[in-house]
């Protein structure tokens, strides 16, 4: 406990030096650092015990009582590792408390997604001899990459307003500062503990000291993809790393026409793909994606006239394709870490290697059920377990679009028929295609499975989205 403060955070992300940085923080006699006390699938760290005599069913219910008794450490300065995707109710109880330290703990984004990658490849997240090491190269993709890039960069934008706001500042670290003793002291001074530090904590090696070229087996094509990025619209964190826009990657131009998709994820974007390539008679791989905000400012200045639009789905039919391709199944595309939290924490009745012989209708609708309810507490973060793209409310989707642009419609999925030709009318087309049927994943269509409960359910969890546009029963 110091004058200046009564916790500390370090915000990191994975693969970023932050267990170097804690091994350090806890060598000083009046730091202690737990881990990751708040991610959402263990406590401090893999296969630990409970931290401070609370377990994780007890922080999950209320993670004040863990944040509380890091707080009253007696002869110790408490702290943890926040991630961004850790337990979101957190965030907003750390950021308000001038007590609380920050330390924000970068790297360059390219480093750390590979040797996030490698980790994954061998298995290996750290490494004490070299003895032991493990050694693969990483396969650049570059969906995947800007992905973890816009996570990454949006939390960063809120750390720094919230900082901002609330008038805090932050220690910033960089992941080459970790090499220094002094920086680490200088950390040290900056929390209120007058000890120093002779060395460095050394029982943890860099695993992956080669140059980038050599740990990257696509490497040419990964200097293609990041040569697309526009650092010059990017560039607004304290640590100059490039910042995404509002999913403008995933928008979607016609190949000939003036006109946008701006998807919203769950949402029938294959029959829209579908329709808007045969709009120009054009196959998939010709409409244009994955632009940057400078190449799609150029696209609109190019294209006068042009319209931007996107598709509503209806909530519960919306929820049933999520909870089927990304939480019943355990194949490609399913969150199979996540699955096993919902299983083990919200008692999801999920079959343990995904759907068999027996599991039949009524398992379906009892498990879409549980799921329903999952959904309602964790879109009022009420839960440990970040909302998922797949899942939030579409309100919400539309309210990030307008960070760059608004689409010119908002269509749904059961006018699209109509309203589509109706669109490529007002940009000159005679005849529109016909819109593909939507293909159901999962063991069960959601009308084998839908009833008054099922509704109800789907209204709890989506009371915005049926307030603000209207929805009303699916059937």
């Known amino acids: 406990m110091t004058e200046k403060f009564d916790s500390f955070v370090v915000f990191a992300e994975m693969r970023t030096g932050s267990n170097f940085l804690e091994a350090n923080l806890n060598s000083f006699k009046g730091i202690s650092c737990y881990g990751e006390a708040f991610n959402p699938f263990f406590m401090g760290y893999p296969k630990s015990e409970p931290i401070l005599g609370i377990d994780q069913a007890a922080r999950d219910a209320d993670p004040q009582r863990l944040l509380d008794a890091i707080r009253g450490r007696e002869g110790a300065l408490g702290g943890f590792r926040y991630f961004h995707d850790h337990d979101p109710r957190v965030f907003d109880k750390i950021i308000k408390d001038h007590r609380c330290a920050k330390i924000v703990l970068t790297r360059n984004p390219v480093d750390s997604y590979v040797s996030w990658k490698i980790a994954q490849a061998t298995g290996q997240w750290k490494l004490t001899d070299v003895k032991a090491q493990k050694v693969a190269q990483a396969v650049f993709d570059a969906d995947e ?5 816009d996570a990454l960069q949006a939390f960063q934008v809120t750390l720094l307003n919230r900082l901002q706001t609330s008038g805090q500042s932050a220690f910033y670290v960089a992941y080459e500062d970790l090499q220094s003793v002094d920086v680490i002291n200088g950390l040290a001074r900056y929390l209120g503990v007058d000890e120093t530090l002779d060395g460095l904590d050394k029982k943890l090696k860099k695993q992956n000291p080669s140059p980038i070229s050599a740990k990257v087996s696509n490497y040419d094509e990964m200097l293609d993809a990041l040569s697309r990025l526009d650092r010059f619209d990017l560039t607004r964190t304290p640590n100059f790393e490039p910042r995404r826009g509002p999913q403008v990657p995933s928008y979607v131009a016609a190949a000939t026409s003036n006109l946008i998709y701006l998807p919203i994820k769950g949402g029938p974007q294959e029959q829209v793909l579908d329709w808007l390539a045969s709009l120009d008679s054009v196959p998939r791989d010709a409409l244009r994606s994955k ?31 999520a909870f089927c391709r990304h939480i019943l199944a355990t194949g490609p595309g399913s969150y199979a870490q996540l699955r096993r939290t919902l299983v ?11 759907p068999d012989a027996r599991y039949d209708r009524d398992a379906h609708h009892e498990a879409f059920a ?90 709890e969890a989506y009371q915005r989205d049926y307030m603000i546009f209207g929805f009303s029963a699916w059937r």
């Open 344 to 354: 083990r924490r919200y008692k999801l009745p999920l079959p343990e290697d995904g």
């Open 291 to 321: 632009m940057s905000q400078k190449e799609l400012r150029q696209w609109k200045r190019k294209n006068p006239g042009h319209r931007g639009f996107t598709v509503l789905r209806h909530p519960v039919f919306r929820a049933h394709d």
């Open 370 to 459: 549980a799921f329903l309810r999952f959904l309602k507490g964790n879109l009022a973060g009420q839960t440990a377990i970040r909302v998922d793209g797949a899942w939030c409310s579409q309100a919400q989707a539309v309210a990030g679009f307008g960070d760059f642009c608004l689409p010119d419609r908002i269509i749904r999925e059961e006018d699209m028929a109509a309203d589509l030709a109706d669109l490529a009318a007002a940009i000159g087309h005679d005849a529109s295609p016909a819109v593909p049927a939507a293909q159901e994943s999962g063991p069960f269509a959601l009308a084998d499975i839908y009833d008054e409960e099922i509704e109800k359910l789907a209204a």
């Open 145 to 149: 990459f800007n992905a973890h890039l």
